[in-house]
């Protein structure tokens, strides 16, 4: 059974860093490509950055390009998303993705076969 669990969410000051993990589980998942969502209370669950299987592709959302890293660790199963410079505007519930049908440069949800329970980032003014 594939699985996916995110964690290092918390409450942060502006202007600070957090360092979300995505552990799975599974044989395959090294041969995904993996991305990290957002969702907002009242918003549509966003695209924040992708990853390739190898990890030397990645993409990012115009909105926190030049401030988050994605980046994997295929001998631990894990992804992260190392974020600096926070906004309140990033606050939200963070989910991590991966499957067989998505790239690093996939946006859309629907692409994505695997899910976490998503961890909670909250960003203080």
């Known amino acids: 059974q594939e699985q996916l669990v995110e964690s290092g969410g918390g409450l942060v000051q502006a202007a600070g860093s957090l360092r979300l993990s995505c552990a799975a589980s599974g044989r395959t998942f090294s041969r995904y490509a993996m991305g990290w969502f957002r969702q907002a209370p009242g918003k549509e669950r966003e695209f924040v950055a992708g990853?390739?299987?190898?990890?030397?592709?990645?993409y990012y959302s115009d909105s926190v390009k030049g401030r988050f890293t994605i980046s994997r660790d295929n001998a631990k199963n894990t992804v992260y998303l190392q974020m600096n410079s926070l906004k309140p505007e990033d606050t939200a519930v963070y989910y991590c993705?991966?499957?067989?049908?998505?790239?690093?440069?996939?946006?859309?949800?629907?692409?994505?076969?695997?899910w976490g329970q998503g961890t909670q980032v909250t960003v203080s003014s």
């Open positions: 990853i390739s299987w190898t990890g030397r592709n990645t």
């Open positions: 993705a991966g499957g067989p049908r998505a790239l690093s440069s996939t946006t859309s949800t629907s692409l994505y076969d695997y």
